[in-house]
């Protein structure tokens, strides 16, 4: 496991996904913890797939860092160069909801409602 990104201390890594890495990690400057996205680039990458995935990180960076609602996850922080990118974001607590997609395992209709509606607030900013 890696023990740092930048200027964070990489504390654990929280889930993986095709391109990203996140990994949970101190920063000097928040006193709560912090998510890292990370993506490393390898040389055995195609050169179009790396050249599209860095502007994805330049550009998803740039776009989320305006966006600034109780709904979406606020961005400190992005990198990219030759060999890596990450988003440093707001680590929020909870769980996925996944959990509840069991016929066994619900929602109740009343948080679903809520949640649903939150979601909108946030596309509606956005």
């Not at 000097?28 to 390898?42: H, L, M, N, T, W």
């Not at 979406?72 to 030759?82: N, S």
């Amino acid at each position: 496991m890696i023990e740092r990104i930048g200027n964070y201390r990489v504390l654990r890594e929280l889930g993986r996904g095709a391109t990203a890495t996140v990994y949970l990690a101190e920063s000097p400057d928040f006193p709560e913890p912090v998510a890292i996205k990370r993506v490393q680039f390898s040389g055995n990458d195609e050169a179009q797939w790396t050249r599209r995935l860095r502007k994805l990180f330049a550009t998803e960076g740039v776009v989320a860092r305006k966006l600034d609602h109780p709904n979406i996850v606020r961005i400190h922080e992005t990198y990219v160069d030759d060999e890596q990118a990450y988003i440093v974001m707001e680590y929020v607590t909870g769980h996925e909801l996944s959990v509840h997609c069991g016929f066994d395992r619900l929602l109740p209709l009343h948080r679903v409602v809520g949640i649903v509606f939150k979601c909108c607030l946030a596309l509606d900013h956005a």
